[in-house]
């Protein structure tokens, strides 16, 4: 082995350690958010799950057709954890969980263990509707109301040959 390449190895293995000492390996955002399946993203006191794809021809639009904007590391994790074509915005699990207490804030509320809604994605990104899987009282079906009207559109996950609606079980825990 000659002189310089030797000096390369040790040079690579003092790059090496001096990097992986200053910035140690740490489980991802992610992976610290606790997720369970492929198809499901735990964070406190929430959870997404990627229920269905709806094919029908009209809810579908080509990858040229659709917008790309720039996905975190974050981002790619959820969406490679939920399988799905579109993945909500890095701080959106964040948002929901901050919305807890306002949403089990009533004496009604608080009787419910955890609340579920359908929320229904559209070929765009855009929330277009929602059903409740949780049989709710007037109070608390008004204030998730107003938690899905404040949910940001999803960003597109690029690789995909088609997009098209998708629907979410988001799952708020009371504890």
């Not at 492929?38 to 964070?43: L, M, Q, S």
């Not at 974050?74 to 579109?86: C, P």
């Not at 009282?137 to 609606?165: F, H």
């Amino acid at each position: 082995m000659t002189k310089t390449a030797l000096s390369i190895k040790i040079f690579v293995a003092f790059l090496s350690v001096t990097l992986i000492s200053v910035h140690p390996i740490q489980p991802s955002s992610a992976q610290a958010a606790s997720i369970v399946s492929k198809a499901e993203v735990n964070y406190n006191k929430v959870s997404f799950r990627n229920l269905a794809y709806e094919n029908l021809e009209e809810d579908i639009v080509s990858s040229e057709e659709v917008t790309y904007l720039p996905l975190t590391v974050k981002e790619k994790e959820i969406a490679r954890d939920l399988a799905s074509s579109w993945v909500w915005p890095e701080y959106t699990l964040d948002m929901i969980d901050s919305y807890s207490p306002f949403l089990f804030r009533t004496k009604k509320s608080r009787e419910y263990e955890e609340v579920k809604v359908l929320v229904k994605v559209d070929f765009r990104g855009k929330v277009s509707g929602y059903e409740f899987v949780t049989e709710l009282d007037k109070g608390t079906q008004e204030r998730m109301d107003y938690l899905i009207r404040k949910l940001p559109a999803c960003k597109a996950v690029p690789g995909y040959p088609t997009y098209n609606s998708t629907t979410f079980e988001l799952t708020i825990r009371k504890e």
